[in-house]
T-cell receptor, first 111, second 113 residues
């Protein structure tokens, strides 16, 4: 089984809808991250969390919110989706050794 | 503030030829530097990392990178390209706390038979 899983893997939604992307990990890591990937822009950090009570904004947090329900779960929400949030979203974990472990990604399309 | 710049969004090499992917960094403190690879429809996986030990870092699949402080560079090389090396490659930098990682825009490597 994969160490970092993301659900759903693909999602098409309409403008204005609320959507949640979920991430679960079995690596036992305290650190979890959400990134979005856009062609030509690389990966940009949305939010990160170092434990259940520690949530931090990243480079591009506007329009997003997160919830760290447990050490193993970190969810990303788009309260009111807009087309420019169409992207590939990655969850990652880290153990503080400077290596990150990425999930397979969620491809989100907002129409 | 930290950032990385990857020169060349697309690189093509012949099978068996040298692979050179360029990365320059900007950091106000000694950086930690990374190369990640992304195969189609997959997440990123770590190729190698520099964390202030040896300046020449060896990674998986025959890749290596050299940290050159005077040139603020961390270029990725492989002596002989294989078809399976075709992928997207990302350079990244982190502060010494490992709190945040900043990724480059990526370089797509094509290997020509």
């Amino acid at each position: 089984d994969a160490d970092v899983t993301q659900t759903p893997r693909n999602r098409i939604t309409k403008t204005g809808k609320r959507i949640m992307l979920e991430c679960s990990q079995t690596k036992g890591h305290d650190r979890m991250y959400w990134y979005r990937q856009d062609p030509g822009l690389g990966l940009r950090l949305i939010y990160y969390s170092f434990d259940v009570k520690d949530i931090n904004k990243g480079e591009i947090s506007d329009g997003y919110s997160v919830s760290r329900q447990a050490q193993a779960k970190f969810s990303l929400s788009l309260e009111s989706a807009i087309p420019n949030q169409t992207a590939l979203y990655f969850c990652a974990t880290g153990d503080g050794s400077y290596e990150q472990y990425f999930g397979p990604g969620t491809r989100l399309t907002v129409t | 503030a930290q950032s990385v710049t990857q020169l060349g969004s697309h690189v093509s090499v012949s099978e068996g030829a040298l692979v050179l992917l360029r990365c320059n960094y900007s950091s106000s403190v000694p950086p930690y530097l990374f190369w990640y690879v992304q195969y189609p429809n997959q997440g990123l996986q770590l190729l190698l990392k520099y964390t202030s030990a040896a300046t020449l870092v060896k990674g998986i699949n025959g890749f290596e990178a050299e940290f050159k402080k005077s040139e603020t560079s961390f270029h990725l090389t492989k002596p002989s390209a294989h078809m399976s090396d075709a992928a997207e490659y990302f350079c990244a930098v982190s502060d010494r706390g490992g709190n945040q990682f900043y990724f480059g825009t990526g370089t797509s490597l094509t290997v020509i038979p």
